[in-house]
């Protein structure tokens, strides 16, 4: 799974700025990095994963992007030569997850910001986050916003992937989980995104 994130400035300003990365380092099963989505307001957060190794990293975003073709895109403008995360489970089994842990070090904006979950296609990815309260949000506040492909025909400005639009991850609202496909195939262009409207520490 990979994961891409950006944010419109609180300023007056139109512009939008997808996050910058730190290089992801650490061996398999203990990875970290960091992320800036925007620095006003400051959006800082400490990321450690147990993903093992074998195409992980932060990628250039060269050859895979979110174009303005697709929800997000249209909304938040093409994420082409912008990084994103990419990621493991542990293992390539119903029980092999890995666990991903974002921590902000300022509580996340109640709007004007979005994550995208990309290549959920052979993949189920549970989802939870935190307030400064200590309380989970709930599904309304983590703010899925839909579920599209990025590779599929007509897809405006669309990288030189194939995919379909009918293969699309589905949502589940009471376990909080993305699902990828049916028969768990290994495709392209899966991915979906939210837009959270609480703070997340």
Same mark, same amino acid.
């Given at each position: ?22 290089? =992801?380092?650490? %061996?398999?099963? /203990?990875?970290? @990095?960091? !992320?800036?989505?925007?620095? #006003?307001?400051?959006? &800082?957060? $400490? ?57 902000? =070090?300022?509580? %996340?904006?109640? /709007?004007?910001? @979005?994550? !995208?979950?990309?290549?959920? #296609?052979?993949?189920? &990815?549970? $989802? ?56 768990a195939v290994?495709?392209s262009g899966?991915? /979906? ?9």
């Open positions: 799974a990979a994961v891409a994130v950006v944010a419109s400035p609180a300023s007056a300003a139109t512009t939008t700025q997808w996050a910058t990365w730190q290089p =992801l380092t650490g %061996t398999s099963g /203990a990875y970290s @990095t960091s !992320v800036q989505i925007t620095p #006003d307001p400051s959006m &800082v957060a $400490i990321v450690t994963s147990t993903s093992r190794s074998g195409q992980v990293g932060v990628i250039s975003g060269a050859s895979t992007w979110l174009s303005q073709g697709t929800p997000v895109g249209a909304k938040y403008g093409s994420s082409r030569d912008q990084p994103y995360l990419n990621l493991r489970p542990q293992a390539d089994t119903p029980t092999g997850s890995s666990t991903t842990t974002y921590s902000f =070090l300022d509580p %996340t904006p109640t /709007a004007g910001w @979005t994550f !995208v979950l990309g290549d959920i #296609d052979a993949d189920s &990815v549970r $989802i939870q986050a935190t307030g400064p309260d200590g309380q989970a949000l709930t599904a309304d506040e983590l703010g899925f916003r839909g579920g599209f492909n990025y590779c599929a025909p007509g897809v405006v400005g669309k990288p030189s992937c194939t995919g379909s639009a009918t293969d699309v991850p589905t949502w589940d609202d009471t376990t909080l989980t993305l699902t990828g496909n049916a028969g290994d495709t899966a991915a /979906a995104w939210f837009e959270p409207s609480a703070p997340i520490t």
